[in-house]
């Protein structure tokens, strides 16, 4: 089953806008919670984490935002611009429990309109 | 001086031809990966290497072995490849600081049986 849910499965957003993605859990033991940038024809590669102590951390223009007791995070993007199209994947990871290994959400992709 | 490289980026193969994909990180990490990357973009770990030792094994065919010969070289060995087998397979490299871990990517090797 899907551990980690994301939504949307794609997202249009017009330059200078909120791009906003939400990504949801069902194990509590989850401890670690990244999001991964991918470009086409790249590797993903780690953009922001947080971990459940705290309820937002936020760099440059990417904020994330956690709830604990939802089970919920999600990303945001602001004044999004045309380099930030790519597909965007959240993740969890149990630390040293038997999902110790990172779960990846299904990913968004983001188109940033000019 | 890339820090995750994988070869070759493209492989075409015909059903039931064994290939090998090569992977090789600069970075001095302990752990290595690989995953498997849909046509709808999923991302799925398949294996874990630490220090040359296997730590995950995912249920993936047996077809598929992966070999470490040193803590810098995860290379991955399939027999007799199938239509599913087609997709993108990503090279990882991890550093943990403490609870965290932080995920770099090679570029992938999209594999394409005919």
């Known amino acids: 089953q899907q551990q980690v849910k994301q939504s949307p499965q794609s997202l249009i957003v017009q330059k200078g806008g909120i791009s906003i993605i939400n990504c949801a859990y069902e194990?509590?033991?989850?401890?670690?919670f990244p999001w991964y940038q991918q470009f086409p024809g790249k590797g993903p590669a780690l953009l922001i984490a947080?971990?459940?102590?705290?309820s937002e951390k936020k760099e440059g223009r990417f904020t994330i935002s956690f709830n604990k007791s939802a089970k919920q995070f999600s990303l945001h993007i602001m004044d999004s611009q045309p380099g930030d199209s790519a597909t965007y994947f959240c993740a969890a990871r149990n630390y040293g429990g038997a999902t110790n290994k990172l779960i990846f959400g299904t990913g968004t992709l983001l188109a940033v309109q000019p | 001086d890339t820090a995750v490289s994988q070869t070759p980026k493209y492989l075409v193969t015909q059903m039931g031809n064994d290939k090998s994909i090569k992977c090789e990180q600069n970075l001095g990490h302990d752990t290595m990966y690989w995953y498997k990357q849909d046509s709808k973009k999923f991302l799925k770990i398949m294996f874990s290497?630490?220090?040359?030792?296997?730590?995950i094994n995912e249920t993936v065919p047996n077809r598929f072995s992966p070999k470490s010969p040193d803590k810098a070289h995860l290379n991955l060995h399939i027999n007799s490849l199938e239509l599913g087998d087609s997709a993108v397979y990503f090279c990882?490299?991890?550093?943990?600081?403490?609870?965290?871990?932080?995920?770099?990517f090679g570029s992938g090797t999209q594999l394409s049986v005919l």
């Open positions: 990882a490299s991890s550093l943990q600081h403490g609870l965290n871990e932080k995920l770099f």
């Open positions: 947080i971990r459940p102590d705290v």
């Open positions: 194990n509590t033991a989850f401890d670690y």
């Open positions: 290497y630490n220090n040359k030792e296997l730590i």
